[in-house]
């Protein structure tokens, strides 16, 4: 059994472990990581000098052994991982390796709740207050989450959308209360540091996901209670109005993969720049063949235009993350050359 590398830190363990998986898988990783992380560990590789083959191949085990330790709890939780590993390894490394995950990868709090139903949860928390429902809200998956914000009451919806932006730290009392409550059959184990969830991008991968009507409700009343926080969400997501923002050819692009009845409707409410901006980009016959197929079409609920809308800022995500368009986000950081 392989004995534990001594005199490395976590970030040198890293280093050691993609030099040993080689360039292309080693880029792979790197495609999952932040830039401030892809940073640290190139910088780490480029100072890594000779390996001793025993510390390499002991370095190697350890990823293993926590890899097997993820899908276990993935599957069923810390308690079935332990009993697996326990098997396996036996029962004082299994507790060595359980020890070092969840010190390393911080086990995320409501593992269970992920894998239930968003209509279950629902049913559970609607009738609590906002925090609580934030709480909640903010270590589930952003489709659970938008699938359950959506269905709040919208005089909810805003409030508990504000306190999942401006949520930082929470205590491991609260969160472990939360799920005692949320889930008596839980058994997880919650580490003594204060645990961080929430904030801005966790609100904007919610909000993401909501339909239109609801992403315009909570950002209209953020735009009254918080004008500063809403702008600064604003900033951070696309909405069906930045169309006017998105470069022709790209434009063209998203034109080439929505359906014609879907931008017919969401042309219907838009505004004279984001209608211009389509346009423009079409050529004089299809523009000309749109603008008189809008006029036929008569009265419209509501309802169809911001459904219509939203599945073209959905597209318009899907292309942007495939990397076939690029959209240029209003913090400034994305710069065009």
């Known amino acids: 059994m ?9 970030r040198q363990k890293a280093a050691i472990l993609l030099i040993s998986l080689g360039p292309e898988v080693s880029a792979q990783v790197f495609k999952h990581l932040r830039e401030e992380e892809i940073e640290q560990l190139t910088l780490e590789i480029a100072n890594v000098r000779k390996v001793d083959s025993e510390d390499k191949d002991t370095i190697l085990s350890e ?6 330790a993820q899908e276990y709890i993935s599957q069923g939780g810390i308690t079935y991982a332990k009993e697996i590993l326990e098997k396996a390894l036996g029962e004082s490394k299994a507790l060595e390796v359980i020890n070092r995950l969840t010190a390393t990868l911080q086990v995320r709090p409501f593992d269970f709740a992920r894998k239930a139903d968003a ?12 925090q609580t429902i934030a709480l909640v809200l903010s270590y589930l998956g952003a489709d659970q989450s938008a699938a359950i914000l959506s269905s709040l009451p919208q005089d909810k919806q805003a409030e508990v959308a504000r306190r999942i932006a401006l949520m930082d730290s929470t205590s491991p009392e609260v969160i472990a209360h939360v799920e005692r409550i949320l889930e008596q059959k839980l058994s997880s184990t919650v ?3 204060y645990t961080s969830a929430g904030g801005i991008e966790s609100i904007v991968q919610i909000l993401n996901g909501v339909d239109r009507g609801t992403e315009r ?5 953020l735009e009254i209670q918080d004008p500063e926080l809403a702008e600064e969400i ?8 930045d169309i006017v923002n998105i470069d022709n050819r790209a434009i063209q692009r998203i034109i080439r993969d929505i359906e014609n009845a879907d931008l017919q409707l969401a042309l219907k409410v838009a505004s004279e720049e984001v209608r211009e901006a389509i346009f423009r980009n079409m050529s ?17 609920r509501l309802r169809d235009v911001e459904e219509a809308q939203t599945r073209i800022v959905a597209t318009i995500r899907r292309l942007e993350e ?9 913090g400034g950081d994305d710069i065009i050359v």
């Open 2 to 10: 392989a004995k534990v590398a001594q005199g490395y830190s976590g």
């Open 63 to 68: 990823f293993h052994q926590i890899c097997m």
């Open 119 to 130: 209509s279950q949860i629902l049913n559970f928390i609607q009738n609590e207050n906002a």
């Open 191 to 193: 580490t003594q540091d």
């Open 217 to 221: 409700t909570i950002l209209d009343a």
């Open 234 to 241: 604003k900033k951070r997501m696309f909405v069906f109005e």
């Open 284 to 300: 004089k016959r299809m523009a000309e063949t749109f603008k008189e197929e809008m006029e036929f079409m008569g009265p419209v």
């Open 322 to 330: 495939s990397g076939e368009i690029i959209i240029a986000r209003g």
